[in-house]
C-alpha cells in the first residue's frame, strides 16, 4: 500500500493511463475489425475507406505512445494486403 503522497499519485495516474491506452486499443481493434468484415464481405470500396481510417487510428496509437512504430507498420501492411489482394 502507498504511503507518500507521490506513491499515491503515481498509482492514481498509471490507473488514469491504463484506461486511456485500454481505450486506444479497443479503438483501433474496432476500425481493423471494419476493415476485415468490409473485406470479407467483398465489399472494395467500403474496405479501401476503412482501411484509410485504420491507418489513422494506427497511427495515432504510435503518437500516443500506446503501440510501437513497427507494430503498427506491419499492420497496416496486413491490411493493406488483403485489400488489394480483394481489388486484384
Request: proline fraction near 0%; charged fraction near 35%; hydrophobic fraction near 40%.
Amino acid at each position: 500500500m502507498a504511503h507518500s503522497k507521490s506513491s499515491k499519485k503515481r498509482i492514481f495516474i498509471g490507473e488514469r493511463n491504463a484506461n486511456r491506452n485500454q481505450a486506444i486499443k479497443s479503438r483501433v481493434k474496432t476500425f481493423v475489425k471494419k476493415v476485415l468484415s468490409a473485406v470479407e464481405a467483398k465489399n472494395v470500396d467500403e474496405a479501401k475507406t476503412a482501411l484509410q481510417v485504420a491507418y489513422k487510428e494506427l497511427d495515432k496509437a504510435v503518437t500516443k505512445g500506446v503501440l510501437k512504430k513497427n507494430t503498427a507498420s506491419r499492420k497496416k501492411s496486413r491490411l493493406a494486403l488483403k485489400v488489394n489482394s480483394l481489388a486484384g
